[in-house]
């Protein structure tokens, strides 16, 4: 038997604790690459209910909260402590994801009465009304170990602090979500003049589309859905730190207030920048504006102190492409530049809601203020990878026993090695030395109307499959919640876009949900593949390339995909450290490739291993063998192949 050394992992979460767990509630930051993080994103308000007294916390309209978590439009009362109940029992440790991105924590507008598709609530935390305020839907009054937080901002933010200062003492770092488009609806279009909220006239709350700003804007007050006035009003004191902010949120000229009709979003004429967001009211962010650089520093004041005070250890931006590129080249500049060296740790990652490269990777490179033409200085990080998902759903998020092509992902693996003039992502390594195509952010379901991959038609083990070459292809595996015990949206379809997936994953606040999916296959596979990960540096931190994928020549080969990790040397790549991984989607048959290449580069000229080596495999999906492979000279050719077969609806990962 070849067992899963589980010794590494544990030996890397030791060092990781030995870094940060000094004793005095201090926190330190944990000095681990972005390659090496494995995400787990979870919708807090749809984790687990831990607190139930903050429900419908004060002066809050009662029908906003849903008692039975079943209409997915309103609050289902999960929160931070839930989310501290799975650090401290070790959950997140056992499946070996190693950070957190949550949902948005700051106080949001409670609800908006017309919005696509009718009212709906805030229980995700997009629709901020304070930048620096906590939502009291997420906190509570006593802390895990019973001290008190005072009811105001800074009790709000200390209990915000010490959950990430919990996961740091786990070893997990937190992601922050941030959104710098738009804000709530917090103030109405007066289209008939009569200086107040009409409720009941949709163009009060959406106005139609113009090309001209309106100037009829007004705040709203309705303190039970917390449809104030925005905040920052001025400079703050928070947890003892001044936040030099200015009020700017307050005055009307840095909204763009030109409304929204249904096909804003989908333009690319510069309309889907300027446009509100249903409800939701759109920033300004216009270089020549007068208030360009305004805005910029209330942004980067606003999260220098997330990250420098509350301890936060990256942001994912929401919302990338409805704001202009000459903003986040700014914000990313300024925000680095203040944190100094504290920028090494940060990892800015970003939602473009686009499958095109050319689209994703612009914003890897800042915009030259002078020219307006890209330049090499690098401004995000890293994009959620749309292109990966759309790809890896038409391959194995299909009905029944079919299955698509992996052609798209092959293109996906493309879009990151194209180099020079023509590439898509930007080469030039970040503050902390990787790259972007080092950290893709890498997914296949999520809230953002993709829905989750398991829905009525799809079978388990499909996820299971895209669960492997999620955690075996270079990025950042990104896990979305629930989906280590194979939560299925049972009123999601296929080819359906919606937000039916948002379902609470510890139903009424039971937490022993958890402890029941550590018994899962899904879990287990997660845990597996995260330590073969950690192991093995080609798997976190190598480059990857394609060397097979379901030929139309052959029946044999369906349904297979076959990929490379390696890591480069000066002279060529290290074929010690080489793993090929297989994928068979084919429930029907094995899947067998006679002779698989192993060669890669542009003009085929790098061995990934020479004849001879040993290769040995691990089935993930199932207790492995002693089995070994050896690579054997192609005949005709000059380099080496080895002779790949996989099980039905199964996967093999090669190592040395
Ligand atoms: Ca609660
Ligand atoms: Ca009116
Ligand atoms: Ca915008
Ligand atoms: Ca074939």
Redesign the pocket.
């Known amino acids: 038997m070849l067992v899963l050394n589980r010794l590494p992992s544990l030996l890397l979460l030791g060092i990781v604790l030995l870094g940060v767990a000094n004793g005095n509630g201090e926190d330190v930051t944990i000095d681990r690459s972005w390659n090496e993080d494995i995400i787990y994103f979870a919708l807090t308000d749809r984790f687990c209910d831990g607190d139930p007294s903050n429900n419908t916390p004060r002066q809050s309209d009662p029908q906003l909260y849903d008692a039975s978590q079943n209409d997915i439009n309103r609050y289902h009362g999960g929160d931070f402590r839930g989310l501290e109940i799975a650090l401290r029992s070790g959950y997140f440790n056992k499946l070996g994801v190693t950070t957190l991105w949550l949902t948005p924590p700051i106080r949001n507008a409670w609800h908006s009465p017309h919005d696509l598709g009718g009212p709906k609530t805030g229980y995700h935390g997009y629709w901020a009304q304070d930048f620096l305020d906590i939502d009291p839907h997420l906190t509570s009054t006593v802390s895990i170990d019973g001290k008190s937080y005072s009811d105001d901002r800074d009790g709000r933010m200390m209990h915000y602090k010490d959950l990430v200062t919990l996961a740091h003492e786990h070893g997990i770092k937190v992601i922050q979500d941030a959104v710098c488009n738009h804000i709530g609806p917090l103030f109405y279009y007066d289209e008939n003049g009569n200086q107040q909220l009409d409720m009941s006239s949709e163009n009060e709350w959406i106005a139609p589309y113009s090309n001209h700003p309106y100037t009829n804007t007004r705040w709203v007050d309705l303190p039970q859905w917390n449809l104030v006035p925005p905040n920052p009003d001025d400079e703050e004191l928070i947890l003892g730190h001044r936040v030099k902010t200015t009020g700017l949120l307050r005055e009307f000229r840095i909204y763009g207030r030109h409304g929204f009709n249904s096909n804003s979003l989908g333009k690319s004429d510069g309309e889907e920048v300027k446009c509100d967001f249903f409800s939701l009211r759109d920033m300004a962010t216009h270089p020549d504006s007068e208030h360009f650089d305004a805005l910029v520093n209330e942004f980067v004041e606003i999260y220098y102190f997330y990250i420098h005070v509350v301890g936060i250890d990256g942001m994912r931006l929401d919302t990338v492409k409805h704001v202009h590129h000459e903003f986040w080249s700014e914000f990313t500049h300024r925000l680095r530049d203040k944190l100094g060296e504290e920028a090494e740790k940060l990892l800015i990652t970003g939602e473009v809601y686009d499958g095109n490269p050319f689209v994703l990777g612009r914003y890897t490179f800042s915009l030259n203020p002078e020219t307006g033409e890209r330049d090499s200085k690098p401004c995000l990080d890293s994009l959620l990878n749309f292109q990966f998902c759309f790809n890896l759903r038409d391959y194995l998020r299909k009905p029944g026993d079919s299955f698509g092509h992996p052609w798209g992902l092959q293109n996906t693996t493309n879009s990151l090695n194209r180099q020079g003039e023509k590439a898509f992502y930007n080469s030039q390594v970040g503050v902390d030395g990787l790259a972007p195509r080092q950290k893709m952010v890498n997914f296949f379901e999520n809230h953002d109307g993709l829905n989750r991959f398991l829905v009525p038609e799809v079978d388990e083990v499909k996820h299971r499959l895209a669960l492997a070459i999620l955690m075996t292809t270079e990025g950042i595996p990104c896990i979305y919640y629930g989906a280590e015990a194979s939560l299925r949206d049972s009123k999601g379809r296929l080819k359906q876009d919606g937000e039916t997936g948002r379902m609470t994953y510890c139903e009424d606040g039971d937490a022993s949900r958890l402890e029941l999916a550590t018994k899962t296959a899904s879990f287990e596979l997660i845990n597996r593949l995260s330590e073969l990960r950690a192991q093995q540096e080609a798997l976190h931190a190598g480059a990857m390339s394609t060397l097979w994928v379901?030929?139309?020549?052959?029946?044999?080969?369906?349904?297979?995909y076959v990929f490379a990790r390696y890591v480069g040397t000066d002279d060529g790549i290290d074929t010690a450290k080489t793993v090929i991984v297989a994928i068979n989607a084919n429930p029907k048959q094995s899947a067998i490739a006679e002779h698989v290449s192993l060669v890669v580069g542009p003009d085929g000229e790098q061995a990934l291993a020479r004849s001879g080596d040993r290769f040995h495999q691990v089935r993930p999906f199932e207790s492995d063998d002693e089995i070994q492979i050896t690579v054997t000279e192609m005949m005709g050719a000059s380099s080496a192949s080895i002779r790949v077969e996989v099980p039905p609806s199964s996967a093999v990962i090669y190592i040395r």
């Open positions: 379901d030929s139309d020549s052959t029946s044999s080969d369906d349904g297979l």
